[in-house]
Nanobody
Framework: QVQLVESGGGLVQAGGSLRLSCTAS????????MGWFRQAPGEEREFVGA????????DYAVSVKGRFTISRDNAKNTVFLQMNSLKPEDTAVYYC???????????????????WGQGTQVTVSS
């Protein structure tokens, strides 16, 4: 079992930045590929981006490419989502998720991930 806790959400004006953190415990963090997802009210959970277990490989949804950056510090059991040039459309609850690395990485389907954090709210005002 992996426990994931997101933090760093909040209220920011359009054009601003936030950095979300997801800290894991319970298993060896470097054994897991990570994903970031978001869900706005009335919407399905949406893929934001993903990182391979080592952090060497990353992928992003088109809607955030060039604005968001995923990184990870395996020594700290933490994956980050740096969000720049935020738009009101980015408003959502953001979740991190973990997937065993032997199953691959970069899957955009929420069902591909076994472990989820509780989510952190990001609100971008116009």
């Amino acid at each position: 079992q992996v426990q994931l806790v997101e933090s760093g959400g909040g209220l920011v004006q359009a054009g601003g930045s936030l950095r979300l953190s997801c800290t894991a415990s319970g298993r060896t963090f470097s054994d897991y590929a990570m994903g970031w997802f978001r869900q706005a009210p009335g919407e399905e959970r949406e893929f934001v981006g993903a990182s391979s277990a080592s952090g060497d490989l990353v992928d992003y949804a088109v809607s955030v490419k060039g604005r968001f950056t995923i990184s990870r510090d395996n020594a700290k059991n933490t994956v980050f989502l740096q969000m720049n040039s935020l738009k009101p459309e980015d408003t959502a609850v953001y979740y991190c998720a973990a997937r065993a690395k032997f199953r691959g990485w970069g899957m955009p389907e929420p069902s591909a991930y076994s472990y989820w954090g509780q989510g952190t709210q990001v609100t971008v005002s116009s």
